[in-house]
């Protein structure tokens, strides 16, 4: 099983970035997605996650700028993410969580400049 996330880069405030996160060995439709981000001197936190049957959740400080989304048929998720702000720098990370693993994606850099 391998996630590999994809798509940071550098924006500047206010712009829009889309990272995704692509599976090998495993689907996404098969588990609770989650995107979480973790910025320097920060712990891990959860921005968002998608269930099973395709219900998308959101951390409260980034609902309705952050969109999750899936592509069952490409095995691919997304994180659409607009209106960015320097305090969404962050290493974004996915992660899949079955009944019986939790496997992790490398990470992409997301940096916000103001």
């Known amino acids: 099983v391998q996630l590999q996330a994809s798509g940071g880069g550098s924006v500047e405030f206010g712009g829009s970035l889309t990272v995704s996160c692509r599976a090998s060995?495993?689907?996404?439709?098969?588990?609770?997605m989650n995107w979480y981000r973790q910025a320097p001197g920060n712990q891990r936190e959860l921005v968002a996650s998608m269930s099973v049957a395709g219900r998308p959740r959101y951390e409260d400080s980034v609902k309705g700028r952050f969109t999750v989304s899936r592509d069952d048929a490409m095995n691919l998720v997304y994180l659409q993410m607009n209106s960015l702000k320097p305090e969404d720098t962050a290493v974004y990370f996915c992660?899949?969580?079955?009944?019986?693993?939790?496997?992790w994606g490398q990470g992409t850099l997301v940096t916000v400049s103001s």
């Open positions: 992660n899949l969580v079955t009944w019986n693993r939790s496997d």
């Open positions: 060995g495993i689907r996404f439709s098969d588990g609770t």
